[in-house]
Structures are given as C-alpha cells and as structure tokens.
C-alpha cells in the first residue's frame, strides 16, 4: 500500500467535511452562500453579503479565543499518544486545573504578571495530578488508562465543586461560582476596548506549542517517549524506563489539561465556577490531536480550525444555517481521519489514474506518492 | 472530485443569488436577537418560554423570522459573549434568560452601552451603569405560595403529612421558592413534614428522577420541583408511579408543565398543577416597549398581583375545594392581607 | 511450449529507489519457477505487480499469452493467480473447511452448504496429495499444515498460476521436504508454480527453472538442473560466496559469562530453564544448540533481564547482574541481538538513526544537557551505514519498517558490534536472511571472536551452529544435555544430544 502523509490525509479530510456541509446546507434548502459568509465573517470580520458592515476585530478575536483552550487540550492528548496513551480525562483535568487557578486566584496575594503566572502553574500542577493517577497505574499495575481517565473525569466533576464550595468564597448572589478573582490574577483581554474575550492566555497555548516540539523533537526524554509509543516492548528492551515513561507522559499530558482549565478561568471568566457537567473541551482535544497528527504543528493547525468551526456557530445562526453544520463538517473530518483507508482510498483512485497515463506515456519517473 | 466541486458551486451561486434577490436589506422594522443557555431553545422552560413570548410579540407585529428577529443557541458557557456580541449593534433588543448571562450581559454593555438588552432572572446588576439593559424579576415566593397551599390541601385530603420540594441548585432566586412553597404549605397545616432535595443540576433528568424517587418512597404525596431540566425527571416519575396505580402527584415549575406528566393512553397527567412565571411576558413587554420605545433600563418586577406569576386557569387533575383555597390564597396575596417573605424559615 | 506468465521490461520507480528496472520474467505452463535474490533485490515488488497490488511505471504483462492490466488483486484472481503469503491468513477458531470457503461460500436454499464443500475440499486434497482433514480446527494443526490450507484456498478458486511467497521460512526440515513433493504434484496435475525464494537448497529440489534477480534488475534465467548452487548464488549476489565461514582455531581466554545453576519460569509458572550452568570465555563462541521450546529463550530472556530468573547466578565479569535493571546490565558489558527483531530488536516506527542510538541516545556526544544532538547522531548513522553496508530507500532518515529484513539486521548487528561490549549475545541472527546476508553477518560475528569477544550464539538451525561455534552447548527440556568442541562432534551426535537421548557435558573449561 502506498503512504500518504498525514497532512494530506488530513487536508484532504477537512476539505471533504467543508463539501459535506456545504452540500448539506443546500439540500436543507438553506442559502449555502450564507455558509461561506458565516465562514468567512468568523475568520476576518467581512461580511460578503453586506460589505457595508462595519469590519471589527471581534470575530477574529473569538475566533482565537476559541483556539486557545482547545490547542492546548490537543496538545495534551497528543502527548500522551506520543507515548502510546490515551488521554481521555481532559475534562477532570481541565477542571481540577481551573479550580486550583481559581484558588491561587482568589485566596494568594501576590503582584500582577507574577500573580497569573503563579495561578497558571497551580493549574499545571493539579492536572498533572489528575494525569498521573491513571499514568502510575498504568504503568505499574497495568490498569487500562482510558477506564481510569474516564473515573477520574468524574472524581474530578465532584471534587472541584465540592472543593469551590467548601474552601472558596462563593458569590452570594448566585450561589451558583465563586466571587470574582483577585484584579492581579486576571488574564487581561490583549485588546482591552473590542468586545471578545481573547486574552494573554494565547502566549500559553504558544508557549505549549513550543514546548510540545522541542521535548518531543529535540530532547532525549521525547526520544525515549516516542520510542515507548511506537513499540513499548523494543523500548523495554533498550533499557529504558518504560514505566515511568508512561507516568511521566501522562503527568505531562495532565498539565497542559490543567493550563487549558487555568487559562479558561483566569482569561476568560474570571471566577471559579462550580461545574455541573463538562465543557467538553478535553474530549475536543482528541479530534484536535487526531486531526493534528499528534505533532505541534499539526496540533496548532487544527486547533485553529476547530476554534473555527465553533467560532462560526454564532454567526452561522445569526445566518440563518443551523450551528450543526458546523458540528457535522467536524465530525465528517473526524470520521473521515479515524478511518484513513477511505481518504488514502480516494487518494489512490485520484493517483491510479495518473499512474496510467504515465504508462501509456512511457515515462520513466513516477508520481510524487510518498 | 473536481465536476462535484463545480456542481455545488453552481448550485450555490444559483441558490444565492435566487435567495438574495428575495429579501431587501433596508427594512425599517425592529429587530429582535435572542440568546439561550447551555439548555438550548427546546428546555420545555426558561429558554423556550420567554422566546415564545418574544415570537409572539413580532408575529403580531409582522416580523419575518429570521431576518427581523433569530435566536442563537449557546453550547457552553464561553459562548454567551461572543453570541451577544454578535447580536450587538445589529438588533434593537437582545434577550437573554437566566442568571447566568450576568456576567456575559456586563461585559457586553461595558462595550456596546447603547445597546438595549433584556435579561430575566437578574437583578444585581448596577441599574445605574448599565441604562439599557432592563432586568426582570419574579416573585416566586408568591407562586410558589401557592402550589405550596395546593400541595398541602391535596396531602390533607389523602390523609398524608408529608409533601416534598426539588431545588435545582441553591442561590438567592432559587431559594425564594423554597421560601414560598413552605410558607404556603404551613399556612395550610403547620405539622405538615416537607422534604428537601437540592440535585444541583439544571438539566439531568437522571438526577431529579432519583430525589423524586427517594421523596415519594418516604412518603412525600405531592413534590413540587424548581430544578428546570431536572425537574423532568421528577415529572416522569411521578408519571410511571400513578401508571402503576401509586397515588402520587407533582407540581410543575416555569410553565404549565400537565402536557409533560401524561401516562397511559395520554388523557390523564401526573402534574396537579404548574407554578407559571411568565418569563414570556416579561419578553413580550419589552419587545414591545423597544418598538414602541418606550423601553427603559433597571429593574423591573413582575408580581402575583400583575399576573407575572400564579397558576393555570385549568387544572384537570386539582378538586374544586383546593382549587378554592388557593384561589383564597391568591386574592389574600393581591390584596395584601397576606405577604410572602422571600426569605424563610421556619421557627 | 507455452508461457503461463510474461512480465516484459518491468520497471517500478518509488520516491527514491527504483525498485524493478525492466525486469522480465518468463514462467512456462506446467513448470516450477523459481524467483532468486537477496532481500531487497525487487522480487517482493515484482510479484506485488502480478497480484496487481502495485502498478508497474512501465511494462506489459502477459497472462496466458493475452496482454492485461492487474488493476487490483481480484483481477488477478480471476485470471486464476492465486498467492500463498508468507503470514497466513487464517481464522483460528474455523475449521479447515470454514476457512476455504471463506467469501466463497456455496449455498443452497440461502444456506451454506458446508457437507459438498467438505466433500469438494477433500477431493482437492486427495487429488494433489495434501492429506489435509477437512473438519480440522485450524489452531489444532500444524504449521506445515495451515499452509497447505492457503494452498487448498487457491485451489479451490480454481487458481492454476500458484505464487508462494517464501514458503518454507517457517517449515521444519521434513516439513520442507513435504512441500516439495506438493509442488511436484501440483505441477503433475497441470498447475504453474513460481516459487519466491533464496534457498538455493529448495530451488534445487524443486524447480525447473530460476530467474535470478539483484538490486531491482533482471540477471538471468537458468536451467536448474545444468547449473550449480555455487553459480546460482554467485548470479545472486554477484560475487562468488562461500557457505563455509572460514576461521582460525579459536584462542579462549578468561571467563567473560558464568551462568550458575540458574532457575527459570516460563509464563505459564513451570521451569523453563533447570540449574542451568555454562561458562563462555573471551574469544570464543559458544554456540547453544536446541529445538525451539526448549527453553533458549526463557534463558535468553532471564540474561538480558526481560524476565526474572528463580535462582542461581550471572557473572558478567566476576559481576553478578541478575538482580540488575536492564539498562545497567546492558551498560556493564553486554551486547545482544535479539530473536525477534522487530519487537525486541528495533523500534519499527523510528528511522534507521534513531534506531542507531536507542542504548546511547542520552550519552555524550549523542545528547548534551538533555537535549539531542541530531549532527552527531547523523554522522555516527552515516558511519555505521558504511561500515556495515546497511542499504535503504532513504539512507539514515528511512523508517526502519521498510527495510528489508537483513538490512534491518544488518543494522542491529552493526548497533550492537558498534558498542564494542565484552559479551555479545547473538539469538537467531540469520533468521529469514538470504546467503549474501548470512555471509556477512557470520564473517562479522567472527570478527568480533578474534577482537577477544565472548561470543554466545544462540540458533535453531544446526548448520549455523556447526558453522561457527567453537565449542557447542546443547539445551533439552531446560537443562544443559551436551557440552563438546566442535571439532569432535557431528551432526548426528548433535541431534540425539538435542532429541535428549543422550548426555554428554565434557568440553568444561
């Protein structure tokens, strides 16, 4: 079979998914010129259809701001599937990072910038907690991690709000999150006077990206990871220390969750909240990761795309398309990367017929496949 | 590959431009934007309701839906400000039901302070600061008086003492429920026993099917539940305990939930009676006042005696004596002979 | 006479490496054909094209006389070419039968008729001599005996061109000779075999004709019967190749490996491995002799620390290492080739770089402070890649999965050489390997005898064993049933050592 490469795999997807929902919108019977628009407005402000609208940062803002949290889930989950595990606890460590941000942002006294730099670490720390739980069974008891992330995404649910409302002060009137956090703690909005909520929290998802690289690119540590990953039992036998391996990836798959959480509440809202249910943004992480191919680069990219398709929920509506649209193109390119062989399929098709014109042409050098 | 490309591009200019030439931009009509909580616009509750009541503001208006007014559903609560930004600058009147689009309600009148907004459940808002957002509030104590009185007098007819409550989740709107059906119910029978469970949760019906259950095997005879999504679990349970002959009845929250309590081949219901809010109204008023603007910020509050709370006109499943002392309790209300604290408890 | 199969002017170009460069290949009906080359030298590519799982970028097939074009693999299943892969594809829990009919049911009333294809399957098995019962589990029989199921699949969906792809990789010796009398049958009955080979051995027994290929191009076609298995393998590798390893008289020295009645567990909890001792001097190589499950690899497995040993003791120099980690053992002297290479051996995903500095990765020059050192590690890939003639599609960056199986050895080899390590543990190195590989690789593992390594050679294949060791340790039920020099020993006393009949622990220095 030949090899396509992932990044053509997963163009190849996301392209598909667009026709999808273009083609759904217009059997629906809906104006699919409002779709583009609803796309493009999401992305730049302009709206096709009234270019007399004023064009305002807003929807790139939001756009990005969408991208955040959801960049760094995906890096987390891509961690972990460097090293051959799933990360499926997201959501517990997304919100035991939260809250712990919350705490350092309501209870400490510290300066401004050092202040959220301090609450963004207890966020890392508490979700590298959450990782490690399932990490240290994994690796020594052989538990299967996706169970344990899956329980201690509920532990998670009920100890947060139990913890938010037993030890933090609680806003009277609606009993319903904390007070507001510490003016010091705060993630500021990066453009104080356009109404989108896009805050200094996206030089954390820059920074994770980076981070994300150069240990798993650069470092002997990534080395010795991605060997777990591919083939535990070959790393095993080089002598590394597959176990703690598997512990530390999911600590560190943890702390980017937990960052996700901080960043969420210190930039975007402000207080701590007592969840009732998830966010989703940790499950989010695993088509981010998925679609991304699991490497930064690939991660930043579909982190943005995904942050668009649900940037473009809004103005979807306001455009008179269902938001499921867009959650339609984004499960058809999830299926569509889940189950490669159709996209590698299609690719083929599209390559057989090149092959044989090169026959009938005799040429000697054959197509660019990899 | 490339000859579908071409087809749905085709398509899509036709569809286009066939939809462009239809609709004319510069109607002078105004427009409506309205924003749901996570609970979506089918919630059976707040959402759907006070929606309701602004749809029925414009279709008597003769607004084109869609164009002259839309909703926009929220997925999570990140979502709140970029959909009432959205909005902002584009509609007359944004809406938004529940206390939890406090937080997004402020930040988007700190930037767009022109824009008028409507906003149910909210009252701490600075009346002063934010002119143009209009904050509705109930005086659910009164309404929930009396279902309180109901509850009680259909437990004295069966010879029971027990009746139970449902809440959500605890805070200051949500408990000035509690605070009126106790009142109502020890205004019936001082040694009536209530039970109480707080589900903290909007929208499991997993969760409020569980504490009705618990309720009714300790022999609660009548639940009243203030839990919204929640509270469809009570109401289901409820149905399945009379379909298997218990005698067991609920009192619904928000809007006249009966619909939602039938069993059997559909004619009967377990729901005794609803405590009404008419978050509808409350759309339906400033929709009107923006069109015909007269609107005005601050807060503005909708009592038993204007009729922004109370019960059904039709009760099928409520005796006319109950139906009385209610109807008792509700003009002792309106005339003032008795007043409803909206925080109580009991001695 | 007329052709079966014409493959004309073959060429088959992938990013980087041309893997067929107009090759042809003629195999004559009713004929036994056989495809000669080392690994890597196209044979896999070219009958990947006849199987239609590839498109040739240039070339003409001819089936029958009669151009076509094998878009896919049904294509050629319905131009009757049938393939017996290497790793069968069987369903465990299905009998023989369930699984030859598998896609082909027949039916009758919608239901499938499962007594006429027993019948069918026994009459096919009668007819070409396979002996196979019809109503057999598949996980209840035999190796030998699952292939000839493949080869009753091809049969059955009437295939008369039969393609087997290294058949006998993993038969045992009367197996072989088993499948050799099929083909001969098959051929009888009027089928076309081309057999994929590089065992000259088999060649000679069975086929009638050879095509020999080398790096991606057409040497010739010859008669098997006028030419010699010393010509054939010089046509294969290009060169003249000896099949003995020429070496000195071996000169021990002190005790590198001591392995004290040592104890150990299979994983299902039984001994594996009984009070097992045997010493292994510098400049030696002790070959371990044995049939496979005899414990050799739970012996192996407790050296290397993959498994925990019940008692006794290993010296590494004087040093006990059984309580060690591996990366500790690993770094106090010991190099290994592991039996399987691909699980134990090299991390497949990698590329062949990374695989070079699996033990090193985190030691100066390679990593400094933590971080790799990726200049280094290229031009220490670049070293071992010349050193060794280690070949690949796309040099040090190729991903080790798509090399061919010796050059993948070749690279473990040169790793592990590389580390210059007193102890050099060698299990199954030639497994699956062509001759030119074989060669080098033994010439190599007596390079590093002479350089005054310990040398413990652990193979199922007696010849390899009698090739190279110079004192030979059997191993029957766990225990050590033989110890002798090489040179006072055959191969009939060898295999009555391994067969346990006799005990003989005398070459003790």
């Given at each position: ?334 299926y569509l990367i889940a189950i490669q062989y159709v996209v590698i399929l299609l690719l083929d098709k599209f390559h057989g017929k090149k092959d044989k014109k090169l026959i009938s042409e005799n040429t000697e050098k054959g197509d660019d496949q990899l | 590959m490339k000859k579908i490309l071409k087809v749905a591009l085709a398509a899509m200019m036709t569809v286009g431009l066939a939809a462009c030439s239809g609709t004319t931009d510069d109607t002078a009509s105004v427009t409506y934007g309205f924003v749901t909580d996570t609970g979506g616009i089918n919630d059976r509750s707040f959402n759907q309701t006070s929606w309701e009541g602004l749809k029925r503001y414009c279709e008597e208006a003769g607004l084109v839906e869609n164009q002259d007014y839309s909703y926009v559903i929220s997925e999570k609560e990140s979502d709140y400000v970029p959909n009432l930004t959205g909005f902002a600058g584009q509609r007359d009147l944004i809406v938004a039901a529940g206390y939890l689009f406090e937080g997004a309600i402020a930040e988007t009148a700190d930037q767009y302070p022109e824009q008028k907004m409507l906003i149910i459940d909210v009252e701490s808002l600075d009346v002063d600061k934010y002119t143009n957002v209009q904050q509705a509030v109930f005086n659910e104590h009164e309404g929930s008086y009396l279902v309180g009185v109901a509850a009680a007098k259909m437990a004295e007819k069966a010879g029971k003492d027990t009746v139970g409550f449902i809440i959500g989740m605890e805070s200051e709107t949500m408990n000035k429920f509690w605070a009126g059906y106790q009142q109502g119910v020890y205004s019936v029978n001082p040694n009536m026993t209530i039970l109480y469970d707080n589900v903290n949760d909007f929208s499991s019906q997993e969760k409020g099917k569980a504490a009705a259950s618990k309720q009714y095997d300790a022999g609660a005879y009548v639940i009243y539940h203030a839990a919204g999504g929640s509270g469809m679990g009570a109401i289901s349970e409820a149905a399945a305990r009379r379909e298997a002959g218990e005698d067991v009845w609920v009192i619904g929250v928000d809007t006249d939930q009966y619909e939602y309590g039938k069993y059997g081949d559909g004619t009967q219901s377990a729901v005794l009676t609803s405590m009404l ?71 | ?509």
């Open positions: 079979m030949k090899k396509h490469s992932q990044l053509k795999i997963s163009l190849v997807a996301v392209g598909v998914g667009f026709l999808f929902a273009f083609l759904v919108v217009i059997v629906a019977g809906r104006n699919p010129l409002n779709l583009l628009a609803a796309i493009i407005k999401s992305i730049s402000g302009f709206n096709i259809l009234r270019p007399n609208e004023p064009v305002t940062l807003v929807n790139t803002l939001n756009w990005l701001k969408y991208a955040v949290p959801i960049t760094l889930t995906g890096l987390s989950v891509g961690f972990a599937y460097r090293t051959g595990l799933f990360n499926i606890g997201g959501e517990g460590q997304i919100l035991v990072g939260g809250t712990a941000a919350a705490a350092v942002g309501l209870l400490v006294d510290l300066p401004p910038i050092i202040h959220p730099i301090v609450c963004l670490v207890a966020g890392a720390l508490a979700g590298a907690v959450w990782g490690m739980v399932p990490g240290i069974l994994k690796a020594y008891r052989k538990i299967n991690e996706v169970v344990i992330c899956i329980m201690m995404n509920y532990i998670g649910l009920y100890a947060t709000s139990w913890f938010t409302r037993a030890c933090l002060p609680i806003d009277p009137a609606t009993n319903a999150r904390t007070i507001d956090l510490k003016e010091t703690a705060v993630l500021g909005k990066v453009f104080e006077n356009v109404p989108s909520l896009f805050n200094w929290g996206f030089l954390v998802a820059i920074i994770g990206i980076v981070v994300f690289w150069f240990i798993m690119e650069k470092t002997t540590f990534g080395y010795s990871l991605r060997a777990t990953g591919f083939n535990m039992e070959g790393a095993r036998f080089a002598g590394m220390k597959v176990e703690k391996n598997v512990a530390l990836s999911m600590m560190i798959s943890g702390a980017f969750c937990g960052l996700a959480g901080a960043v969420l509440i210190l930039g975007e809202f402000g207080y701590g909240r007592i969840q009732t249910s998830f966010d989703n943004f940790g499950f989010d992480g695993i088509s981010v990761a998925l679609v991304g191919g699991s490497n930064a680069i690939g991660i930043l990219l579909s982190g943005l795309l995904f942050g668009l398709l649900k940037s473009a929920s809004s103005n979807l509506q306001m455009m008179n398309i269902p938001k499921e649209v867009s959650e339609l193109a984004q499960a058809v390119i999830i | 809010k008419r978050v509808d109204t409350a759309a339906y008023n400033a929709a009107k006042a923006v069109a015909e603007g007269t609107f005005e910020g601050g807060i503005v509050r909708y009592s038993l005696a204007d009729g922004g709370v109370g019960i059904p006109d039709e009760n099928p499943n409520m005796p006319d004596d109950v139906r009385e002392a209610v109807d008792e309790a509700y003009n002792a209300i309106k005339d003032g002979t008795v007043t409803v604290s909206e925080t109580y408890v009991k001695e | 006479m007329t052709y079966a199969i014409e493959m004309l002017n073959i060429t088959k170009d992938f990013p980087g490496i041309r893997a067929n460069d107009n090759v042809t290949l003629r195999v004559k009906e009713n004929t036994v054909h056989a495809l000669l080359g080392e690994n890597g030298a196209g044979k896999s590519t070219i009958m990947s094209i006849l199987f239609g799982l590839y498109q040739p970028t240039s070339g003409i097939i001819k089936v029958r006389g009669k151009e076509v074009t094998i878009s896919n693999p049904n294509v050629a299943n319905d131009l009757g070419i049938g393939m017996v892969h290497q790793h069968f594809k069987l369903v465990d829990c299905f009998t023989v039968t369930e699984n030859i009919i598998l896609g082909k049911e027949p039916t009758k009333n919608g239901i499938v008729d499962i007594k006429s294809a027993v019948k069918k399957v026994k009459e096919l098995s009668e007819l070409y001599g396979l002996n196979v019962d019809p109503n057999a589990k598949i996980r209840d029989i035999t190796v030998g005996m699952q292939q000839r199921v493949e080869i009753l699949k091809m049969l059955y969906r009437n295939a008369d061109i039969l393609i087997f792809d290294e058949p006998t990789a993993v038969l045992t010796p009367q197996e072989i000779h088993e499948l050799m009398h099929i083909m001969r049958n098959l051929v009888k009955e009027g089928k076309t075999i081309l057999l994929i080979t590089h065992k000259l051995k088999e060649i000679k027994e069975a086929a009638d004709e050879c095509t020999v290929l080398r790096k991606g191009k057409y040497i010739g076609t010859v008669d098997v019967k006028t030419t010699s298995e010393q010509e054939m393998a010089t046509m294969m590798v290009g060169r003249d190749v000896s099949f003995t390893v020429e070496k000195s008289e071996a000169q021990p020295k002190e005790n590198i490996l001591e392995i004290k009645d040592l104890n150990v567990k299979d994983s299902k909890g039984l001994y594996a491995v009984k009070n097992f001792s045997l010493n292994v001097h510098a400049g030696e190589i002790l070959g371990l002799a044995g049939i496979d499950g005899n414990g050799q690899t739970e012996l192996v497995y407790a050296l290397t620390g993959l498994c925990k040993a019940e008692s006794g003791q290993v010296l590494l120099k004087g040093k006990d290492i059984l309580k060690l980690p591996i990366k500790k053992r690993l770094d106090s002297g010991m190099a290994h080739v592991p039996e399987d290479r691909h699980k134990h051996g090299l991390i497949l995903d990698f590329t062949l770089k990374e695989n070079f500095v699996i033990h090193c990765y985190n030691k100066p020059p390679f990593s400094k402070h933590g971080i790799l050192q990726p200049k280094v590690i290229d031009e220490y890939a670049d070293k071992l890649i010349e050193q060794f003639d280690v070949r690949s599609g796309q040099g040090k960056d190729t991903p080790a999965r798509s090399m061919s199986g010796g050059n993948q050895q070749k690279a473990i080899i040169a790793r592990e050489i590389d580390r210059s390590c007193d102890l050099l543990l060698v299990v199954q190195p030639t497994r699956g390997l062509d001759v030119g590989a074989i060669e080098y690789i033994h010439k190599r593992i007596v390079e590093e005898r002479d350089k005054g390594r310990a040398i413990l050679l652990v193979s199922f294949e007696l010849d390899e064993i009698m090739n190279l060791s110079d004192r030979i340790a059997v191993i029957h039920d766990g225990e050590l049933n033989g110890l002798v020099y090489r040179k006072d020993t055959d191969e009939n006393e060898l295999g009555l050592m391994m067969a346990g009949s006799i005990k003989k622990v005398e070459a003790v220095i």
